[in-house]
């Protein structure tokens, strides 16, 4: 018997008529504004995958032209530390709803998400004295395109055909929130891996321990729930290294009801 709130996905079918109920607006309000983005906090959710990403392509072994953000959403905080790096940013969602929010973005359109704090504290950890303007238009600068992509298709960009492999790939609270099972995660990870080029990266982040989240208002969407052991032994099975496995986990006051997040992981990875 099963809990009221309790969701069980049957397939990947079913999986796709859940994200029909996805509302960007709600997404961007429940995860992007204080407490998880409140960049007063050295314990705030935002702040530390921030870091991860900067200290990741700090250490300079993460370069190339192409970048592909697998399942980007609505965001774009994901790729601050990537456009420095990266010349041809390739972002992806399944939704046109996340595209088009995106496209207003890079438009410079008005009434869009609000990333400036964002872009802020990303000048403050590269400490060059860059303004967040600037970032912003090097940002929108390095992103070419923004396309549709499944990762439960063998060839996830079908029918956009990449000109050459990615040198990294990059993707956040992605596989585990779009598949049924440990499965089909592992499968939409080999999907994934046949975007890129040998010896290039995958920057993950993910949820630890989810079981569900809420997408708009009273819409939940199940999420597999994955720890740092299957995290990890997936990305080897499919043929990477691990270079960095960290892990947050969330203090009580980050736990906001819009899902049962218990915490995130940050893996960077090498594809042998
Ligand atoms: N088949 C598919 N292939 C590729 N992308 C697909 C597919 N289906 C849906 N998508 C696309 O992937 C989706 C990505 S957003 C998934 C949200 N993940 C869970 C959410 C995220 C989150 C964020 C922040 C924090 N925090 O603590 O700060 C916690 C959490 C935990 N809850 C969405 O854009 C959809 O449009």
């Known amino acids: 018997e099963f809990g009221s709130d309790s969701i069980v996905p049957v397939s990947v079918a079913a999986m ?11 997404y961007l309000r429940y995860n992007y504004i ?22 990741a392509f700090q250490e300079g072994d993460v370069h190339g032209r192409t970048l592909i953000d697998i399942g980007s959403g609505p965001t774009i905080y994901q790729l601050l530390s990537a456009c420095e790096h990266f010349s041809n940013i390739i972002m992806t969602d399944f939704l046109e709803v996340n595209r088009q929010e995106i496209r207003r973005w890079l438009h410079g359109e008005p009434d869009t998400f609000d990333w400036t704090a964002f872009l802020q504290h990303a000048c403050e950890l590269e400490g060059k004295g860059c303004s967040w303007p600037e970032k912003a ?70 949820a630890l321990d989810e079981s569900y989240y809420q997408v708009a208002d009273g819409v939940h969407i199940p999420v597999v729930p994955v720890d740092q052991e299957f995290v990890s032994a997936t990305l080897k099975s499919c043929g990477y290294e691990i270079c960095t496995f960290q892990c947050y986990t969330l203090p009580q006051d980050m736990k906001v009801g819009v899902d049962d997040v218990a915490g995130i992981f940050f893996v960077k990875a090498k594809k042998k």
């Open 34 to 55: 204080p407490p998880r983005a409140d960049f007063t906090r050295t314990d705030s959710i935002v702040p530390w995958k921030l870091s991860c990403l900067h200290r």
């Open 137 to 206: 238009k090097r940002l929108r600068t390095a992103i070419h395109d923004v396309i549709p992509i499944d990762v439960h298709s063998p060839n996830p960009l079908h029918p956009y055909s990449l000109p050459e492999l990615a040198d990294c790939l990059v993707s956040s609270f992605c596989l585990e929130a779009v598949s049924p099972d440990r499965t089909s995660f592992q499968k939409a990870l080999t999907n994934l891996g046949t975007l890129l080029k040998p010896n290039g990266h995958f920057l993950m982040i993910g």
């Open 16 to 26: 796709k008529e859940y994200y029909k109920q996805f509302d960007p607006r709600s």
